[in-house]
């Protein structure tokens, strides 16, 4: 049976779990990086203007537009965005871009009465230009400091943890894996008796009115409940944040909306990508970075072409087929990074490997593939192999975020999720693609996929860019 614990000795077990955690020295850390990132960000604005005309702006002075740092403090902190940690990534980007905004725009204002016009115009376009690299940078320096931040014993929220079954070991083992998040886990209670003590160094002990007193005294935050459904309503008035996770795990394509129907409680789901309007801004988004990127990838792809070239022959793209929306066909082109008999090559190797047959039959890949070159490794690495896909966007077969193209045969192991997933455009990058690209199964690429296409905004797609940046650096699961 679970130990009995009287309610001092559970009080002090808990405060010296979390004496040094604190959501306000978590706040403050996060702000400090906001203030550096912000600042840099104006600091590219102005670079980007002096580039053009280096009399435009005395950088000499810069220092001096830190005195808006605290209406950029407040604007963030009055947009929820401290202390930082439970906030889901695509919302945090969506609150720091129209926060930025406001601030970059109000700064434009507020300095009209101590500049000239003439003065004005040049600062102006720096703020304006600052504004898509705040968007970007501030959350890429959040999650940045966050995993740093993690190493820390005052990083993140204490958090109780309330469970019916064995589903909150689950959540607690992810917890403490992932710290970045920002939850403590500091205790498990349970209402039906479990033969043991603890789980990975936390304590469990069984609901009574003793144990929810003293929770209720120390002024723990955050409750976490698995299916706990006991004493409901007395749990939603002893925590500012209630989290429920599900007992039994629900669709994963599914973004639930709360909704008064008649005066019935009811849930709502809407999947955007099937908008006209949604499909649009998705495309010019799509059309517009491709263009912006273009003076970039134009020579990279020249250098490259010649690199091919020397290191081994045969043509320099390779079309892959792939299934595109609604079942289209689509060559997937990328830079060879194969030797050219690699077709004849993957025949002889299913034929005479059944270790690798197997291989190929699971994930349509290999780890160590001998059919690559040694300058197709390094593209593949680095993901520079993808670059011509970017042709495969600006015509309108691809998108810049999507699910991961599939070939024919890899549809049957999606069932009766292809056609879903088919439903909308295949992406350069996506979840699959953040989330361990080689590495994830099927079960876990469709869930993500899945889960992407119901879930979708703009605000996701500009999140997963951003790191997509971060896991290509990496390099990890590209083979």
Not at 82 to 99: H, K, N, Q
Not at 203 to 225: D, R, T, W, Y
Not at 312 to 340: A, T
Not at 404 to 425: A, C, I, M, Q, W
Request: glycine share 6%; hydrophobic share 45%.
């Amino acid at each position: 049976m679970i130990s009995s614990i009287n309610a001092k000795e559970l009080e002090k077990h808990l405060k010296s779990q979390y004496k040094y955690t604190s959501s306000f020295i978590s706040g403050i850390s996060l702000g400090f990086i906001d203030a550096l990132v912000f600042m840099l960000s104006i600091c590219i604005g102005f670079f980007i203007v002096n580039a053009v005309d280096p009399s435009c702006i005395n950088f000499r002075s810069f220092l001096k537009y830190s005195v808006f740092l605290p209406a950029v403090f407040i604007v963030f902190y009055l947009n929820g965005l401290y202390p930082g940690i439970l906030l889901a990534p695509e919302d945090e980007v969506r609150r720091f871009s129209l926060s930025s905004f406001f601030i970059l725009i109000g700064e434009a204002f507020a300095l009209t009465t101590i500049k000239s016009t003439k003065d004005l115009i040049p600062i102006a376009i720096a703020l304006v230009l600052s504004w898509p690299f705040a968007t970007i940078l501030l959350p890429l320096g959040r999650e940045i400091s966050r995993r740093y931040f993690a190493k820390f014993s005052w990083w993140g929220v204490p958090a109780v943890v309330y469970n019916k079954d064995d589903r909150a070991n689950l959540i607690v083992e992810r917890l403490l894996k992932k710290k970045y998040l920002g939850y403590r886990p500091i205790l498990i209670v349970t209402d039906s008796a479990i033969h043991k003590d603890e789980f990975l160094g936390i304590k469990i002990v069984e609901q009574s009115a003793e144990i929810s007193a003293v929770l209720k005294k120390i002024n723990i935050k955050v409750g976490i409940l698995c299916g706990f459904n006991k004493n409901l309503e007395e749990l939603q008035t002893n925590y500012r944040y209630l989290i429920r996770v599900p007992r039994e795990q629900l669709n994963t394509t599914m973004s639930l909306h709360m909704k008064d129907f008649g005066g019935i409680l009811a849930f709502s789901s809407t999947n955007y990508l099937t908008k006209k309007s949604s499909l649009l801004l998705k495309r010019a988004i799509d059309i517009v970075v491709c263009i912006c990127v273009s003076p970039i990838l134009i020579p990279l792809t020249l250098i490259i072409a010649v690199a091919i070239k020397i290191s081994s022959p045969g043509p320099v793209f390779y079309g892959h087929k792939r299934v595109g929306k609604n079942h289209s066909v689509l060559k997937c082109w990328k830079f060879r990074s194969m030797c050219i008999d690699a077709d004849k090559k993957l025949k002889e190797i299913l034929e005479n490997d059944p270790a690798r047959a197997a291989e190929w039959e699971k994930d349509r890949k290999f780890t160590d593939d001998p059919r690559v070159t040694k300058l197709g490794k390094f593209l593949r690495k680095t993901s520079l192999d993808e670059i011509p896909q970017i042709w495969n966007i600006f015509v309108g077969e691809m998108s810049l975020v999507g699910p991961r193209p599939v070939t024919e045969p890899e549809l049957t192991k999606y069932g009766k999720y292809s056609d879903y997933v088919l439903s909308v455009k295949p992406g350069l990058s996506g979840m699959w693609q953040i989330s361990g690209r080689s590495d994830t199964g099927y079960e876990e690429r469709i869930n993500l996929d899945t889960y992407y296409i119901q879930n979708w905004s703009v605000w996701l797609d500009i999140w997963i860019l951003i790191k997509t940046v971060g896991v290509v650096i990496k390099g990890k699961g590209a083979y």
